[in-house]
């Protein structure tokens, strides 16, 4: 009997133990809140960004701000101080690395709930036009726990193995023993290179050219994302959207090509801008038609991604009102890109064509 009370008092102590133990890791990992579910930094540490994933939703919801930087992973080299600076805003960036419109809809719905935003600086990918126009956050295995406003599933941020022995080091680590800069959140630029090697090397060309696709091959999802960003508009009629094509690669364009996919792709933009257009608190620019820029691969480190200069450039291109899209002009825009596309085609690729620069995607009999 006297075995058995000391059992059950041992049992008793150690539950106590293990109770104290998980109360204490769930008030650390609460205070410190690397993914800032809960809160905006305490203690004076910095917003340490750099996971968008499991980061971008809390601190849409619990961050200062009144400007958004929405867009793929081409808009996370921005320097938020750039904006900031220039339209006398506070702003954060909503990044989701494909760009798919639902994705960033669901973003910005996700910061209109609580703030008044007075700018959303808006990238516009092509693929984004045409791809699916249901949200992917679930289906690629984001961490939705942290998406939700269930505090039943947050035991798996509070007992987080990695929350509490990686990622709360690593932010008071960047907080208060480094020179990290809050305005470069999401930038992945610092340890990348750019230049034709890099460009060339990540560029697996099409080994064929495919037929030209009909130019309303993608109006069904073309529509349903028109749609998503129209609604955004028309909701916040007091937001200024500033809405911009950023200038990807002549490597992007020779991809496109030979997927038969370029008479497409400029119907999805013609029909998005146009549509965008029809409302007094939009304004567009396109500066995929700037051949300085996207002939010259030393502003790539692959078809897409550009160096933060080529960021800044937009930006101040679009202050200065250059490049701006209109109503009056919008299909010449459009047209002038096409023709870009054309003298690519004609004009660059058959050099690196007789250099053999180009890989080639890898055939059945290959693998």
């Not at 293990?18 to 609460?30: N, S």
């Not at 320097?79 to 989701?96: C, P, T």
């Not at 460009?199 to 091959?217: I, Q």
């Not at 496109?256 to 497409?264: L, N, Q, S």
Request: net charge negative; glycine share 4%; aromatic share 16%.
């Amino acid at each position: 009997m006297k075995r058995d009370t000391l059992s059950s008092n041992f049992i008793k102590k150690f539950l106590a133990v293990v109770l104290f133990l998980l109360i204490i890791i769930a008030i650390v990992v609460y205070v410190f809140d690397p993914f800032y579910h809960y809160h905006k930094p305490w203690l004076g540490m910095k917003a340490v960004l750099n996971d968008k994933e499991y980061q971008c939703v809390g601190t849409l919801r619990n961050f200062d701000y009144d400007a958004l930087l929405v867009g793929s992973s081409v808009m996370e080299n921005n320097d938020n101080s750039w904006y900031n600076d220039a339209y006398n805003v506070k702003s954060i960036k909503a990044i989701r690395s494909y760009g798919a419109t639902a994705d960033l809809c669901y973003l910005m719905d996700v910061a209109f709930e609580e703030h008044d935003i007075k700018y959303v600086f808006y990238n516009i990918d092509p693929s984004s036009l045409y791809g699916d126009t249901q949200t992917t956050f679930e289906s690629t295995g984001c961490p939705m726990y942290l998406y939700d406003r269930n505090p039943f599933n947050d035991i798996q941020y509070l007992f987080n193995k990695d929350v509490l022995f990686e990622k709360i080091p690593y932010e008071i680590a960047s907080s208060f023993f480094t020179d990290y800069d809050e305005n470069l959140s999401y930038n992945w630029a610092k340890w990348k290179s750019f230049g034709p090697d890099m460009a060339l090397g990540l560029y697996y060309r099409p080994n064929e050219v495919e037929p030209m696709k009909a130019a309303d091959t993608f109006d069904e999802n073309l529509k349903g994302n028109i749609e998503l960003l129209v609604n955004e508009v028309e909701q916040h009629p007091k937001t200024q959207f500033i809405f911009f094509y950023p200038p990807y690669s002549m490597l992007w364009w020779d991809m496109t090509y030979r997927y038969g996919e370029t008479e497409a792709i400029i119907r999805c933009e013609k029909e998005m801008t146009k549509a965008l257009l029809s409302h007094d608190n939009v304004k567009v620019f396109c500066f995929q038609n700037e051949p300085d820029i996207t002939t010259d691969l030393n502003n790539y480190m692959d078809t897409i991604h550009f160096s933060p200069d080529i960021n800044r450039l937009m930006l101040d291109k679009i202050i200065e009102g250059e490049d701006e899209v209109t109503t009056g002009n919008y299909e010449k825009v459009f047209d002038g890109v096409k023709e870009f596309s054309d003298t690519v085609q004609r004009d660059i690729i058959p050099e690196y064509e007789r250099n053999e620069l180009f890989n080639y995607e890898s055939t059945d009999e290959e693998e």
